[in-house]
C-alpha cells in the first residue's frame, strides 16, 4: 500500500502496518488517539508514543498535505474553505452551523465528469480522485479551526456532497467514512454522515450491501426521463426507472429512509404539475422517502436557470405535502459569499489564470 498521508489509513489498516514492524495493536490505539481525539499538528507532539514508533512514522508519513488558500466566512457562520492539495489542485470544503450541531461538506474529486447542467463544480472536469487521506484532512482541517478558536466545538455531522461524485471514487470514499465513524476516534455517528449520489444505480447496490450504514440522498431534480436527462445528461445512462430499481433495493436492504433531493429551477421543474409527478413517481415508497427541496443558487455560468420565485417553492412544497410526502426546503448558508458549490474554487482558477 502506498500511503503517504498518515490520514489515508483506517484503524484497522494501521493496526496491521504497525504489527507488520513489529509493535503491538495498542501502540497503533495510542496513535489513533493523538490524531483524531488530541488532534496533534505533528508525530513529534505524540509524547507517550515509543520514540521508534514516532520515528518510523516520521520517515514513511506526512500529517499534513493541504494548505489553505482562502477562507470565506458568512454572517451565519458558514466558512468556506479553498486548499490547495500537494499537486496544486484546488478543492473546496464547506463548514456549516445548524440548530443541530456543525457539520462540514467535503469534496471527493478534483472537478466532475457528471455534468449536470446547473453546476458550477461540472464546468471543470474530474481530473482524478482524492484519496481517502485527502477527505479526512478536509474534516481534519476544519476541526483545526474550531480548535483554534478555543469553544471545545466538535464537527458533529458530515456530508459527501460537495464537488465530484463520491461513488465514482467509491473505495476512497468508503475508506473515509470507516475512518471518520470510527469510535475510537473522530466518532461521528453513522446517522450524522450522507453521502449525496447523483444516481449511480449499481453503486447504490454496492453501498447498501455494504457495511458503511450511512444515510443517502440521491439528487433526482426531475420527475421524467425528459426533464431529467436535460437538467442531468447522467440520466441518459441510468434512467429514472433503473434509479428507482436501485433505491427500491436499498429501502428494502438497509430499512432506512433515502432523501430524494429536488434542486427548484425557475420555470424549468418547479410547476406544481411536476411536484405532482414527482408524488407519482414516489407512490408506494413515500415511507421510505424524504423531499429536500433546493432553492437555486444562480451561479454565472448557467445564465440559463434562475431562482424559483418563493410561491412556487411553497406551492411545490404544498402539493408534496397533500401527497403525504415528508418534503423540507433546505436551508440556505453562506449566500453573502460563494455559496454555490464549486463557485470559489473555479473563481479562484479564472484568477490564477489571469495572473499567470
Ligand atoms: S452536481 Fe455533483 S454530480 Fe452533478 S456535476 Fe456537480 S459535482 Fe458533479
Known amino acids: 500500500m502506498n500511503i503517504s498521508s498518515i490520514y489515508g489509513f483506517t484503524l484497522d489498516q494501521l493496526i496491521a502496518w504497525l504489527e507488520e514492524r513489529g509493535h503491538k495493536k495498542s501502540r497503533a490505539l495510542q496513535v489513533w488517539d493523538w490524531l483524531y481525539r488530541k488532534r496533534v499538528h505533528s508525530f513529534a ?33 458558514t466558512v468556506k ?17 445548524h440548530k443541530f450541531g456543525l457539520s462540514v ?57 460537495g464537488i465530484g461524485e463520491p461513488f465514482d471514487n467509491f473505495t476512497n470514499v468508503s475508506n473515509f467514512i470507516r475512518t471518520v465513524k470510527d469510535h475510537k476516534g473522530l466518532a461521528i455517528g453513522p446517522r450524522r454522515i450522507t453521502v449525496s449520489t447523483s444516481g449511480l444505480a449499481d453503486k447504490i447496490i454496492e453501498f447498501a450491501d455494504s457495511d458503511l450504514k450511512v444515510n443517502l440522498a440521491i439528487s433526482l431534480h426531475a420527475p421524467n426521463n425528459e426533464l431529467r436527462t436535460r437538467i442531468m ?22 430499512n432506512r429512509k433515502v432523501t430524494l433531493e429536488y434542486i427548484l429551477l425557475r420555470d ?72 454555490a458549490c464549486g463557485q470559489l474554487r473555479s473563481k479562484q482558477i479564472k484568477k490564477d489564470r489571469r495572473i499567470s
Open 268 to 339: 424549468v421543474n418547479d410547476g406544481t404539475e411536476h411536484a405532482q409527478e414527482l408524488a407519482e413517481l414516489i407512490g408506494a415508497r413515500r415511507n421510505g422517502v424524504t423531499v429536500n427541496l433546493i432553492p437555486y443558487n444562480p451561479v454565472d455560468e448557467h445564465g440559463q436557470y434562475q431562482r424559483s420565485r418563493k410561491e412556487s417553492i411553497l406551492a411545490f412544497y404544498d402539493v408534496m405535502k397533500k401527497q403525504g410526502i415528508n418534503c423540507s426546503v433546505r436551508l440556505e448558508h453562506g449566500t453573502d459569499i460563494d455559496a
Open 45 to 77: 507532539d505524540m509524547n507517550d508514543v515509543k520514540p521508534e514508533v514516532v520515528a518510523l512514522l516520521e520517515e514513511n508519513f506526512v500529517m499534513e498535505t493541504l494548505t489553505e488558500q482562502v477562507k470565506q466566512q458568512s454572517a451565519d457562520g
Open 81 to 97: 474553505f479553498l486548499f490547495k492539495l500537494a499537486d496544486g489542485n484546488l478543492i473546496e470544503t464547506v463548514l456549516m452551523r
Open 233 to 254: 445528461k447522467i440520466n441518459k445512462a441510468i434512467p429514472i426507472e433503473r434509479l428507482m430499481e436501485a433505491i427500491d433495493y436499498y429501502l428494502a436492504k438497509s
Open 105 to 161: 461538506c467535503v469534496t471527493t474529486q478534483v472537478g466532475c465528469n457528471i455534468g449536470c447542467s446547473f453546476c458550477a463544480s461540472g464546468l471543470l472536469k474530474k481530473s482524478r480522485d482524492l484519496t481517502s487521506a485527502e477527505i479526512v484532512e478536509q474534516i481534519m482541517k476544519v476541526q483545526f479551526h474550531l480548535d483554534e478558536a478555543g469553544q471545545e466545538e466538535r464537527v458533529s455531522h458530515i456530508v459527501v456532497m
